[in-house]
């Protein structure tokens, strides 16, 4: 008799996998609204929705303008009538922006406005979980539960979404337009994660990085927010990234003057990052070797 394979994200617990610093790149978001059940690539593979020719040129056309690009639905029942709603993000700090519009069918996906002009501001948040189920099971267990916990409270700015990426942290959320990459938000108050973010705050425990900085900074900012109890979204900016033999300097802009954030880059024990991986892998993995303000 085969033994049941324990699902990745309940291995990443059980291990203690640090989250910080593995926040999925992309400093822009494309998100289009797909109702119904996704395949394990929402775009390319759920031809009951869209069709995958159709797909593919949305799917080109986002990567090709640099875009990282999500499908989003309601969570709940389909409607019987779709709606092709979009949202356009930019998350780089400082220059945040998020607009929204709608679209009478999936082709005028293909010819949208990359930055947003199409269609209006949004005041937003958006606050999109990952609910990919054919992607990876703990996407669809853990991911489902967080975003029906979230969106009974803030029902107008919650989205299931697509892959985004570290199925191991499940249930994995980003907050746009800041780009705020969170995991395991199943294991807490996951709305309460959203009623910081309104307060211009974040939770350091659950926060994955901010998907516009390198992996590199997104740790620093770590170790630097766990030293000084910091949790405004806003603060330690990046000044400087520097790399040297065997370790990475980052300088984070303090409230009291510049910080310097030595870090190791190590890679793991080999791991399976995905419940339908075979093979396992190394991942890269940071950790703090000094941490102190610059001297003046």
């Known amino acids: 008799m085969s033994r049941k394979k324990v699902p990745c994200s309940d291995q990443s617990l059980a291990r203690g ?17 797909l109702s119904g059940a996704w395949g394990p690539s ?8 869209i069709d995958p020719a159709l797909g593919r040129t949305v799917v080109r056309r986002a990567e090709k303008a640099g875009m990282r690009i999500a499908a989003i639905r309601r969570h709940g029942r389909r409607p019987a009538t779709p709606r092709w709603r979009w949202y356009v993000a930019r998350a780089e700090p400082g220059a945040e922006a998020l607009y929204r519009g709608e679209v009478d069918d999936p082709h005028a996906y293909a010819d949208l406005a990359l930055d947003g002009s199409d269609g209006e501001p949004s005041a937003g948040p958006l606050i999109a979980v990952c609910a990919h189920g054919t992607h990876d099971q703990c996407c669809a267990v853990r991911g489902r539960s967080a975003c029906r916990a979230i969106a009974q409270e803030f029902p107008e700015n919650t989205w299931e979404c697509s892959h985004l990426g570290g199925d191991r942290f499940a249930a994995t959320m980003l907050v746009l337009p800041e780009g705020l990459c969170y995991g395991r938000v199943d294991t807490t108050d996951s709305a309460g994660l959203v009623r910081r973010y309104l307060d211009g705050r974040l939770d350091n425990r659950f926060l994955r990085g901010r998907t516009s900085l390198p992996h590199a900074v997104q740790a620093a900012q770590y170790f630097a927010r766990e030293q000084s109890g910091e949790d405004r979204i806003d603060a330690l900016a990046p000044l400087h990234v520097e790399r040297g033999d065997g370790h990475i300097l980052v300088t984070l802009n303090g409230k009291a003057g510049p910080i310097e954030v030595t870090l190791e880059e190590q890679l793991s024990e080999p791991l399976l990052s995905q419940c339908h991986a075979e093979v396992a892998g190394q991942v890269r993995v940071f950790t703090c070797a000094a941490l102190a303000p610059v001297a003046g």
């Open 42 to 49: 929402a775009f390319l593979q759920s031809p009951a929705i």
């Open 17 to 33: 996998d640090p989250m910080y610093g593995t926040a999925s790149a992309g400093s822009n978001w494309l998100l289009l609204e």
